[in-house]
């Protein structure tokens, strides 16, 4: 069976950081482009990073950049999203997603309708 589970999710205050983690099981990362992305109550799905496993090509929302890291670690068929300075507004249930049809050069790594697989999200809150 096919899966990603997240984890990492949890409160922390404006400023802290948080390192969620997606581990796949039943297929690995080979070839595929792992990402994040989030909602938040109210607002729509948005993206937030994608890497591709292919060339570790990496991208950014410009919302997190310089702020979030995404990484792999193949040996365990994880993919991590490091997240620093903390804001607010980060505040969602963030996704792992999986795909084979996209790259991570540019935000058409945002189409989560090409997403074959979703793990099913973790909560972050950031407190004020």
């Known amino acids: 069976e096919v899966q990603l589970v997240e984890s990492g999710g949890g409160v922390v205050q404006a400023g802290g950081s948080l390192r969620l983690s997606c581990a796949a099981s039943g297929f690995t990362f080979d070839g595929y482009t792992i990402s994040w992305f989030r909602q938040a109550p109210g607002k729509e799905r948005e993206g937030v990073s994608c890497?591709?496993?292919?060339?570790?090509?990496?991208f950014y929302a410009d919302s997190v950049k310089d702020r979030f890291t995404i990484s792999s670690d193949n040996a365990k068929n994880t993919v991590h999203l490091q997240m620093n300075s903390l804001k607010p507004e980060d505040t969602a249930v963030y996704y792992c997603?999986?795909?084979?049809?996209?790259?991570?050069?540019?935000?058409?790594?945002?189409?989560?309708?090409?997403?074959?697989?979703w793990g099913q999200g973790t909560q972050v809150t950031v407190s004020s």
């Open positions: 890497l591709s496993s292919s060339d570790g090509s990496a």
């Open positions: 997603v999986a795909t084979l049809v996209l790259s991570a050069y540019s935000d058409s790594c945002f189409l989560w309708y090409k997403y074959d697989y």
